[in-house]
């Protein structure tokens, strides 16, 4: 099956939003992430002007851990169903919305977000601790005063962690840049809930490109 351009950018934005909540589940529940995966999220901040929505993350297969598990959501087994998973995503598509909202944050984002790169020159990578502590911030004094806050789900143990903490809210401003973008190709939360069939297909056709 062939997908239409803007149904293939609409398709490769949810994996990306799947993705982040993917990588929210993994430093919750173990206390550990997959660095490429949260590499490739963490840089999608900072791409400005892309041609297309595959673009800002590099390629399809970089979004393979979003692809693969929204395949397992969208198919007929519900025991392989992850309520939490299904739950972080609903909510960083609902959290969107209400930053559509506030043109003054959304602006106080960007503006923040661009003075980031001056910082992984500074300390070396996308990765250290930080810069991803600089981008855990910038979700905690904008996004984290949304209502209603995104309850993430988890080990106490791991979750206490500062660290862990600050991975979690870079990995949920990854996951609302990614909303941005699906919203932005005509994407809606009832879609994702109404029309698991088409996107499955979508899905499918993405798979078959890694």
Same mark, same amino acid.
């Given at each position: 099956? =062939?997908? =239409?351009?803007?149904?293939?950018?609409?398709?490769?934005?949810?994996?990306?939003? #799947? !993705?982040?909540?993917?990588?929210?589940?993994?430093?919750?529940?173990? +206390?550990?992430?997959?660095?490429?995966?949260?590499?490739?999220? @963490?840089? $999608?901040?900072?791409?400005?002007?892309?041609?297309?929505?595959?673009? #800002?993350?590099? $390629?399809? =297969?970089?979004?393979?851990?979003?692809?693969?598990?929204?395949?397992? !959501?969208? =198919?007929?087994?519900?025991?392989?169903?992850?309520?939490?998973?299904?739950?972080?995503? *609903?909510?960083?598509?609902?959290?969107?919305?209400?930053?559509?909202?506030?043109?003054?944050? @959304?602006?106080? *984002?960007?503006?923040? *977000?661009?003075?980031?790169? $001056?910082?992984? &020159?500074?300390?070396?990578?996308?990765?250290?601790? !930080?810069?991803?502590?600089?981008?855990? &911030?910038?979700?905690?004094?904008?996004?984290?005063?949304?209502?209603?806050?995104?309850?993430?789900?988890? &080990?106490?143990?791991?979750?206490?962690?500062p660290d862990n903490i600050n991975r979690v809210r870079a990995?949920?401003?990854? +996951? *609302?840049?990614?909303?941005?973008?699906?919203? !932005?190709?005509?994407?809606?939360?009832?879609?994702?809930?109404?029309?698991?069939?088409?996107?499955?297909?979508?899905?499918?056709?993405? $798979?078959?490109?890694?």
């Amino acid at each position: 099956m =062939s997908i =239409s351009p803007r149904l293939r950018d609409r398709t490769i934005a949810i994996t990306a939003v #799947v !993705q982040a909540a993917s990588l929210v589940q993994q430093v919750a529940e173990t +206390g550990q992430v997959n660095s490429a995966d949260m590499k490739v999220m @963490l840089e $999608s901040l900072l791409v400005e002007n892309a041609p297309d929505t595959e673009s #800002v993350y590099g $390629s399809v =297969s970089q979004l393979r851990t979003g692809i693969e598990a929204l395949n397992t !959501q969208l =198919s007929k087994k519900k025991d392989k169903k992850d309520v939490n998973l299904l739950r972080y995503v *609903i909510s960083l598509l609902h959290l969107e919305r209400q930053l559509a909202k506030q043109p003054e944050m @959304l602006a106080l *984002i960007d503006r923040e *977000i661009q003075q980031v790169p $001056s910082q992984i &020159d500074y300390f070396g990578e996308i990765l250290s601790p !930080q810069v991803i502590a600089r981008f855990a &911030d910038i979700y905690q004094r904008t996004l984290s005063e949304l209502k209603p806050r995104i309850q993430v789900y988890g &080990d106490p143990g791991f979750l206490q962690q500062p660290d862990n903490i600050n991975r979690v809210r870079a990995l949920l401003l990854t +996951g *609302i840049r990614a909303a941005v973008l699906w919203q !932005q190709k005509g994407g809606r939360r009832w879609q994702f809930l109404f029309q698991s069939g088409k996107l499955l297909s979508a899905t499918e056709a993405l $798979s078959r490109e890694i």
